[in-house]
């Protein structure tokens, strides 16, 4: 019975550590994001949160999280994105 409990114990320490691989983990994770000022939807990759924190980092202002900004902030980020990138970014 011992070496019954120890493999069950196994098993489920095994599928525990398994389950995040398996949905993919969070930096998998990829958003679409409409920006209305251009009328074009944007990916939210590594790339475009990179941009996102550049944005921050010249406007010297304490970073805020994009799910956390007004309408108009949202606006003015794109806005941004696309005179910063449009020669070299179909963004």
């Known amino acids: 019975m011992r070496t019954m409990g120890q493999?069950?114990?196994?098993?489920?320490?095994?599928a525990a550590l398994?389950?995040?691989?398996?949905?993919?983990g969070c930096a998998a994770r990829v958003a679409t994001v409409y920006d209305a000022p251009h009328h074009d939807w944007h990916t939210w990759d590594d790339a475009e949160r990179q941009a996102y924190r550049r944005y921050w980092d010249?406007?010297?202002e304490p970073f805020r999280p994009y799910g956390n900004l007004t309408q108009e902030e949202e606006n003015a980020y794109w806005n941004w994105r696309h005179g910063e990138t449009h020669a070299a970014d179909p963004h």
């Open 7 to 14: 493999c069950i114990g196994f098993l489920l320490l095994g």
């Open 18 to 24: 398994a389950a995040p691989l398996a949905s993919g």
């Open 58 to 60: 010249e406007k010297h």
